[in-house]
């Protein structure tokens, strides 16, 4: 009798093809529970990384998957309102959420588009994706808890123009999104939560709370830009502080203004030369 032949171990998933269908999804919940799920498969053994899989991108107007509302403008037109009103305080609120809708999705793009990275590289960034989504989901709570919800304000779309800008080049991204995009939000939190202790309501001071688990949070996040900025450096042989400057004339990445938020700069790895950098004129 002929032995049956062995049972073929059944194919897994690809992480990067999956961080692509999770980045083209445009629907903020299912958005949010992909990515728990990717990252929770990948902890969990249940999806196969292959570094150097070629994958064929969505035309450009696909991704990100981002729902009709809000309404995207030039920041300079997004309306502003002070804090101290009930829309006021939801319209900031809403600012900070659409902000982390947009760190979502470049984690995942991190994760996706640039092969042959090293694994720790797509495990960084589907962290980063897992946490943002988490941020994403308490603010939008506290959205919700005020009557309100993620699409009711205009927004603009800053974080995803330089992502579009930095998409041929590892090295910038990593240089120009989380090292000088998202690195702003270190410096602008605590200047925020101040003025919300002002404000002094309950609802200002939950926002607080969730302020302070984002702010904890993002230090790791800059520091996973900060990191793979300088391997990336070390490997192809650029002088850091003049590779940057170089990547942020070439791909006009803005001006960043005092203050700073130097401690948190520090913990997240910046070094003393690229804080002196930055008073630079």
Known sequence: M?????????????????????????DPTDKVAATHALFDAWEGGRVL????????????????????????MPPKEVPQRSPFTPPGLAM?????????????????DAVWRFPDMPEAYYTDWLRVAHEEAIHFGLLRAHLQSLGHDYGDFPAHNSLWEMCVRTQHDVT???????????ARGLDATPPMQARL????????????????????????????????????????GFE??????????????PR????????????????????AELLTP
């Open 92 to 108: 900031l609120l809403h600012a900070v959420t659409h902000i982390e809708f947009n760190a979502i999705n470049l984690a995942l």
């Open 2 to 26: 002929q032995a049956p032949a062995p049972l073929s171990p059944p194919s897994l998933p690809s992480l990067r093809a999956q961080a692509l269908h999770a980045l083209a999804i445009s």
């Open 256 to 275: 960043l203004k005092p203050p700073f938020n130097d401690a948190a700069r520090l913990a997240a790895g910046f070094s003393a030369a690229e804080l």
């Open 49 to 72: 990384l292959d570094p150097a899989e070629q994958l064929t991108p969505l035309p450009q107007q696909h991704l990100p998957g981002r729902p009709a509302q809000p309404v995207l």
């Open 197 to 236: 202790r002002k404000v002094g309501t309950p609802a200002a001071q939950r926002a607080v709370e969730i302020l302070d688990v984002i702010l904890r949070d993002e230090i790791g996040h800059v520091a996973v830009g900060n990191r793979w900025y300088g391997w990336l450096c070390q490997l192809h």
């Open 240 to 253: 850091p502080l003049s590779h940057y400057r170089q990547l942020a004339r070439a791909h006009s990445a």
């Open 172 to 182: 910038a991204r990593m240089a120009l999104v989380p090292r000088t995009m998202e």
